[in-house]
């Protein structure tokens, strides 16, 4: 068998040949290198008198030789670094127990904090048996607050959750006197309780109560990521190119790009869809629809951060159990390295 040389066959590289530059060909060293040439006396005497200057130049000097290693004191060292802190630390305000006094009637259950300023400007409040009219004052752990002659207290955290109908109102008060879902709870404590968050007045579903403000904040803060599913029935069948459109998230609105968590469509009746955000805009999933041309005739809300409307019928409301509150702490308490992955996430999808 003949061996195949690299020039054998053809190549099938042919059409490519322009665009590949040839390689430069290796020069022999067959020769002989010329025999090099001995420096001249006067270059010898140069190449001397350079060597002998960079040598002297790297020669230490008698100032460099007398140089000693310092000793430190350690305990002086460590002394004036704890007098540097304390004195740093003296400039940072220390937290207290201190509490504003206008938060502290908000939170006996008494009335809002822009309430309660009035009261104190009107002299009706009282801290250890003397009228407090200063707005700005704080609260301390052993004063006694008095109003209308009553000892106040701070209340006991309460955590509400109602299964809301249609035709209701999501405030605490209404200058038209319209229901409010303030109507649908009224008889549930005595603590002075507000919504998380809102819905519509034709949206039903899960709507939260409490009189915890840092937990309400949290959980109605987009960065919470707090789940919120909805059941959506249209005026008319969604288009299959619209369904693509939603999934990939390529639309606008008003106030920007919302993001989808979740879509699912019934494919029996293509008008009940299945939506899943963490978006608390005003009236987001109706405008989601509204841009592509459809009526949204049903909006529930049926879960809301991990909790659903099991046992729970339209118009009533329940408390919510340990288990129930230790998920939701532990959602609206994330540290900021779960939220700033979650973010990060989130612009990765978009």
């Not at 490519?16 to 270059?43: N, Q």
């Not at 700005?136 to 299964?163: A, C, I, M």
């Not at 989808?260 to 939506?275: F, K, M, Q, T």
Request: glycine residues 6%.
């Amino acid at each position: 068998m003949k061996k195949r040389t690299p020039n054998s066959g053809k190549s099938n590289l042919s059409p490519f040949k322009k665009f590949i530059k040839e390689k430069p060909k290796r020069e022999t060293f067959s020769e002989k290198p010329a025999p090099r040439r001995k420096p001249s006396k006067k270059l010898e005497e140069k190449l001397k008198a350079k060597k002998d200057q960079k040598i002297k130049e790297t020669v230490y000097g008698s100032s460099d030789k007398q140089i000693k290693k310092p000793v430190y004191d350690v305990k002086k060292v460590i002394s004036v670094a704890k007098k540097v802190k304390e004195e740093s630390e003296e400039v940072k305000p220390k937290k207290t127990n201190e509490v504003r006094l206008n938060k502290y009637i908000s939170n006996a259950g008494v009335c809002s904090r822009r309430e309660a300023d009035k009261l104190i400007a009107e002299g009706l409040v009282k801290i250890n048996g003397e009228v407090v009219t200063e707005m700005g004052y704080k609260v301390k752990p052993n004063d006694r607050v008095e109003y209308d002659g009553k000892l106040l207290k701070k209340e006991q955290y309460v955590y509400v959750l109602l299964n809301k109908p249609r035709g209701f109102i999501t405030t605490t008060k209404d200058p038209l006197e319209r229901k409010t879902v303030m109507q649908l709870v009224q008889n549930a404590c005595e603590e002075r309780i507000y919504p998380v968050g809102r819905l519509d007045r034709n949206t039903t579903g899960l709507l939260l109560f409490t009189n915890d403000g840092e937990f309400a904040t949290k959980v109605a803060h987009p960065s919470s990521n707090t789940q919120k599913i909805y059941r959506v029935e249209l005026d008319q069948p969604l288009k299959e190119e619209d369904e693509l459109t939603l999934r990939d998230r390529k639309f606008e609105l008003e106030d920007g790009s919302p993001y989808i968590d979740g879509l699912s469509v019934n494919e029996d009746d293509r008008r009940e869809i299945g939506i899943e955000l963490h978006s608390g805009k005003n009236r987001i999933v109706r405008r989601i629809f509204e841009h592509f041309g459809y009526t949204v005739e049903v909006l529930d809300r049926t879960v809301l951060a991990g909790l659903t409307k099991k046992d729970l019928p339209r118009g009533k409301w329940r408390y919510l159990s340990e288990q129930e509150m230790i998920s939701l702490k532990y959602l609206s308490g994330l540290d900021n390295k779960k939220k700033k992955s979650a973010r990060d996430k989130n612009k990765k999808r978009r």
